[in-house]
């Protein structure tokens, strides 16, 4: 994915439709962004997710879903506040971060995956 400053993104995008494969089924865990583009504090963890998402790269795979264009997965899972971001494995919720927190705050709630052990 492209970000608008140009530049390749490690995060790629997730719709309903694509949702089922890149995530419920995916052979690794994977944490899902659920955002917007009109919102603040979503932008404010973007590149906190990117970072996690280049330094985890084999490990952990990170998305991000529009809530605005992707409305089925985003009620599936209850989002009502974003940002969101729930971590997925073997098709499963595991972990779920409601807001805009520090990294450490991320890296707290998914060190069982984000951890050189995991693997």
């Known amino acids: 994915m492209r970000s608008p400053g140009g530049y390749k993104s490690p995060v790629d ?3 309903d439709a694509t949702f089922q494969q ?3 089924d995916a052979s690794g865990p994977v ?3 659920f955002w917007a583009p009109w919102c603040g504090p979503c932008r404010a963890v973007d590149p906190i997710l990117e970072a996690l998402a280049e330094e985890h790269e084999g ?3 990170f998305v991000k879903l529009n809530i605005d264009e992707n409305l089925a997965t985003a009620g599936r899972y209850g989002v009502l506040s ?3 971001a729930i ?3 073997g098709g499963e919720e595991r972990e779920k971060v409601i807001g805009a927190y520090p990294r450490s705050r991320y890296e707290q709630a998914w060190a069982a995956w984000l951890s050189p052990q995991a693997l």
């Open 31 to 33: 944490v899902v962004d």
């Open 13 to 15: 995008d997730v719709t």
């Open 82 to 84: 974003i940002p969101t």
């Open 22 to 24: 890149e995530v419920l």
């Open 87 to 89: 971590l997925f494995e």
């Open 59 to 61: 490990r952990v795979r």
